[in-house]
């Protein structure tokens, strides 16, 4: 097949795991006679120093002109002064809503092999296979007034948390739809005791629910939650939360895998979350680690396994998808580590050793 793919590599490790991507891509190209068409573009902080904004016109227009996109990461100290009215998450927020990619899907998978590589006890990790869907383009981070200002007793600040029933509806079908295809247990995570959107949320999840009966529906306060997921974690199956508490609650996730640099995304459109095909954005969790840029240690598998959910959600390329799957799980179970999952031993792979490992694998 031939297929258009707008890679935005970002800032900071962006490009460094976007680079491994790439090989993994062309390997897959290679073996199952694929050709894809790799358009590349700016976003975040690179952007604001090349265009003045965080997603120039020009990227917007190379991504809707493509079939998928895989990105890095975006920001880093150089743009963070709070006072600064254009910030690299902005160019986050504007693709997600130009392009209308309203649910962010996560998996969290235990690796065998790296069971020991969390602070956890390694019998809490047993059996842990969860997935987690984020609502991504409304609540407090677009909710409007959203504004800072000086006043006479001091400088305030207001962000507006609004839901309608269509954002949260559509949400809710796609958790409830995904959760019959797995265990059909599904954990709605709310703040309904102090939250209006709260209130509304989890009463829509009640009567959808009837439309599913197949699916157990199960309501968890977002503070609880974020506690269970440590204490219980095999507990949960399927979790769809708002924005905000999605966005926290999946970084929390990154515990059970060994670390943010396992763990993949897909933010999906109407089209591609009903059809397993269409416009898909795809990266890690993990941000921009400005720390340890242009050092060649940073863990690409989080990116691999994201051009994996590409080829799986966007192409609809299953057996590509699951080579490489399984060429991640092989060079883990063959011992090689990168420092974040190295469990206190001395790492025995770059960045681009674990590239070449998996594309090699595959």
Same mark, same amino acid.
């Given at each position: $097949?031939?297929?258009?793919?707008?890679?935005?590599?970002?800032?900071?490790?962006?490009?460094?795991?976007? +680079?491994?991507?790439?090989?993994? !891509?062309?390997?897959?190209?290679?073996?199952?006679?694929?050709?894809?068409?790799?358009?590349?573009?700016?976003?975040?902080?690179?952007?604001?120093?090349?265009?003045?904004?965080?997603?120039?016109?020009?990227?917007? %227009?190379?991504?809707?002109? +493509?079939?998928?996109?895989?990105?890095?990461?975006?920001?880093?100290?150089? #743009?963070?002064?709070?006072?600064? =009215?254009?910030?690299?998450?902005?160019?986050?927020?504007?693709?997600?809503?130009?392009?209308?990619?309203?649910?962010?899907?996560?998996?969290?998978?235990?690796?065998?092999?790296?069971?020991? @590589?969390?602070?956890? &006890?390694?019998?809490? !990790?047993?059996?842990?296979?969860?997935?987690?869907?984020?609502?991504?383009?409304?609540?407090?981070?677009?909710?409007?007034?959203? =504004?800072? #200002?000086?006043?006479?007793?001091?400088?305030?600040?207001?962000?507006?948390?609004?839901?309608?029933?269509?954002?949260?509806?559509?949400?809710?079908?796609?958790?409830?739809?995904?959760?019959? +295809?797995?265990? &059909? &247990?599904?954990?709605?995570?709310? &703040?309904?005791?102090?939250?209006?959107?709260?209130?509304? #949320?989890? %009463?829509?999840?009640?009567?959808?629910?009837?439309?599913?009966?197949?699916?157990?529906?199960?309501?968890?306060?977002?503070?609880?939650?974020? $506690?269970?997921?440590?204490?219980?974690?095999?507990?949960?199956?399927?979790?769809?939360? %708002?924005?905000?508490?999605?966005?926290?609650?999946?970084?929390?996730?990154?515990?059970?895998?060994?670390? $943010?640099?396992?763990?993949?995304? @897909?933010?999906?459109?109407?089209?591609?979350? +009903?059809?397993?095909?269409?416009?898909?954005?795809?990266?890690?969790?993990?941000?921009?680690?400005?720390?340890?840029?242009?050092?060649?240690?940073?863990?690409?598998?989080?990116?691999?396994?994201?051009?994996? $959910?590409? !080829?799986?959600?966007?192409?609809?390329?299953?057996?590509?998808?699951?080579?490489?799957? =399984?060429?991640?799980?092989?060079?883990?179970?063959?011992?090689?580590?990168?420092?974040?999952?190295?469990?206190?031993?001395? @790492?025995?792979?770059?960045?681009?050793?674990?590239?070449?490992?998996?594309?090699?694998?595959?």
């Amino acid at each position: $097949m031939d297929a258009s793919i707008a890679i935005l590599p970002g800032d900071g490790v962006g490009p460094e795991v976007i +680079s491994e991507s790439i090989k993994v !891509l062309d390997a897959v190209a290679s073996k199952f006679k694929h050709n894809f068409n790799l358009t590349i573009g700016d976003i975040g902080g690179c952007a604001i120093d090349k265009y003045g904004t965080a997603l120039p016109d020009i990227t917007l %227009e190379k991504c809707s002109n +493509s079939d998928a996109i895989l990105m890095g990461a975006v920001g880093g100290p150089k #743009w963070d002064n709070p006072s600064n =009215k254009i910030r690299p998450e902005d160019g986050l927020l504007k693709i997600r809503k130009s392009l209308k990619l309203f649910a962010n899907i996560r998996p969290v998978k235990v690796y065998p092999s790296l069971i020991n @590589a969390t602070p956890l &006890k390694p019998e809490i !990790l047993k059996n842990v296979d969860i997935l987690v869907i984020r609502e991504l383009t409304g609540g407090l981070y677009f909710g409007k007034p959203k =504004k800072r #200002w000086d006043t006479s007793k001091g400088r305030r600040g207001v962000d507006t948390l609004k839901y309608s029933e269509h954002e949260i509806r559509r949400i809710l079908k796609l958790a409830f739809e995904l959760s019959g +295809s797995r265990r &059909k &247990k599904l954990t709605s995570v709310d &703040k309904q005791n102090v939250l209006e959107t709260s209130r509304l #949320w989890r %009463e829509i999840a009640i009567e959808m629910s009837s439309q599913y009966p197949e699916v157990e529906l199960n309501h968890m306060l977002v503070d609880n939650a974020a $506690m269970q997921l440590i204490r219980n974690p095999s507990d949960f199956d399927v979790i769809v939360s %708002e924005n905000t508490f999605g966005d926290i609650l999946t970084d929390e996730t990154a515990v059970l895998s060994g670390s $943010m640099g396992m763990l993949p995304s @897909a933010s999906l459109s109407e089209a591609s979350s +009903s059809s397993s095909s269409g416009m898909g954005l795809f990266e890690p969790i993990h941000g921009s680690a400005p720390d340890i840029s242009g050092q060649g240690i940073a863990n690409p598998i989080g990116s691999i396994l994201s051009t994996a $959910m590409m !080829l799986r959600l966007s192409f609809n390329l299953n057996d590509e998808a699951l080579a490489i799957e =399984k060429a991640v799980e092989g060079i883990l179970e063959d011992g090689y580590r990168t420092a974040d999952i190295s469990m206190g031993s001395q @790492a025995n792979a770059d960045t681009s050793k674990i590239g070449d490992l998996i594309s090699g694998a595959i």
